[in-house]
């Protein structure tokens, strides 16, 4: 069981920029995969961005791609981040952060099996 807590939304004009965590209470194990999805009022949940915890790889949907970096903090071995830049209107949503013990980073929460509560990104035009 790994409970994942996000933090670090809040309000942002288009063109600005916010950092996400989400913290877990335990060390993830190797095969996992620790993804962000976010949804907007009345739209059905999406895929932001995957990492595998135990190397280098992610994965990122179109909509966010070299405006979005997730990350890991090595240090902490706890904690994963999105970088958010360039955020726009359209980013506005409910962030949560999701783990997948079986490692197969797909863009689907129903292969996702722990989630956090989220947290509220909301962009001003």
């Known amino acids: 069981q790994v409970q994942l807590v996000e933090s670090g939304g809040g309000l942002v004009q288009a063109g600005g920029s916010l950092k996400l965590s989400c913290e877990a209470s335990?060390?993830?194990?190797?095969?996992?995969?620790i993804a962000w999805f976010r949804q907007a009022p009345g739209k059905e949940r999406e895929f932001v961005a995957a990492?595998?915890?135990?190397?280098?790889?992610?994965?990122y949907a179109d909509s966010v791609k070299g405006r979005f970096t997730i990350s890991r903090d090595n240090a902490k071995n706890t904690a994963v981040y999105l970088q958010m830049n360039s955020l726009k209107p359209e980013d506005t949503a409910v962030y949560y952060c999701?783990?997948?013990?079986?490692?197969?980073?797909?863009?689907?929460?129903?292969?996702?099996?722990?989630w956090g509560q989220g947290t509220q990104v909301t962009v001003s035009s």
């Open positions: 990492l595998a915890w135990s190397g280098a790889s992610t994965r």
């Open positions: 335990k060390r993830p194990f190797s095969t996992y995969v």
């Open positions: 999701a783990a997948d013990i079986s490692g197969t980073m797909l863009p689907v929460p129903q292969y996702y099996d722990y």
